[in-house]
């Protein structure tokens, strides 16, 4: 009965593959957000989304797609891997655009090998 | 652009003892709020403060909004083993910063560790 589901939980990959990381919510909220969070813990924001339509696009390279196909869930593509990319991906949620209570998947620690 | 800068890094702490941490910034914040990460899963919401002054108690946890609003600091009291984790201070910043838009940005941690 997870509220913010992120799949996978561990990816490994090879640098220059492509990968998707897919994000699901059942809270019935209408934005949705994917962090970065460093090897030093540090987190930041890297997109948002309201209601399917993108609002937040922080610096990231454009080898990071996100898609929204309906409210509840937000993927994140990753073209041509680089080692730089290997961090944990956290995707969130909340009810509105401006609103502090983050909802947060339980991440997705990518390897570029 | 606008930092949070959270002290201390790291702490360990005995069962039983008070705990306390802040965040400051150059930048005045109109909301400050914590979060706690457990190892292996995101951030929780602990509290969440949106008035300069405001003192907000979550259980044991204790935060404030600085009267400045450049700071907030959290405390815990009588430490227990399930407390150990990464204490996160947040912030929404102004509306259209550097284009944006009012995000939330994040200190980078304090982790709390049980003394050996």
């Known amino acids: 009965d997870t509220a913010v589901s992120q799949t996978p939980k561990y990816l490994v990959t090879q640098m220059g593959n492509d990968k998707s990381i897919k994000c699901e919510q059942n809270l019935g909220h209408d934005t949705m957000y994917w962090y970065k969070q460093d090897s030093k813990k540090f987190l930041k924001i890297m997109f948002s989304y309201n209601n399917k339509e993108l609002i937040i696009n922080e610096t990231v390279p454009n080898r990071f797609s996100p898609k929204s196909p309906d409210k509840a869930h937000l993927n994140l593509h990753i073209n041509s891997l680089e080692l730089g990319d290997s961090a944990v991906y956290f995707c969130?949620?909340?009810?509105?655009?401006?609103?502090?209570?983050?909802?947060f998947g339980s991440g997705t620690q990518l390897s570029v090998l | 652009g606008q930092q949070l800068n959270q002290s201390p890094q790291s702490m360990f702490i005995q069962e039983g003892e008070d705990v306390s941490m802040n965040c400051t910034s150059s930048?005045?914040?109109?909301?400050w709020l914590w979060y706690k990460q457990d190892p292996g899963e995101g951030p929780v919401l602990l509290i969440a403060?949106?008035?300069?002054?405001e003192l907000t108690s979550n259980g044991r946890l204790t935060a404030q909004f600085g009267i400045t609003r450049k700071d907030s600091f959290l405390n815990i009291s009588a430490s227990i083993p399930s407390d150990v984790g990464i204490y996160f201070c947040a912030a929404r910043q102004s509306m259209n910063y550097g284009g944006s838009q009012g995000n939330l940005i994040f200190g980078k941690g304090t982790k709390l560790s049980v003394k050996p």
């Open positions: 969130a949620s909340s009810h509105g655009t401006v609103n502090e209570k983050l909802f």
């Open positions: 403060l949106y008035k300069a002054g």
């Open positions: 930048s005045i914040f109109n909301t």
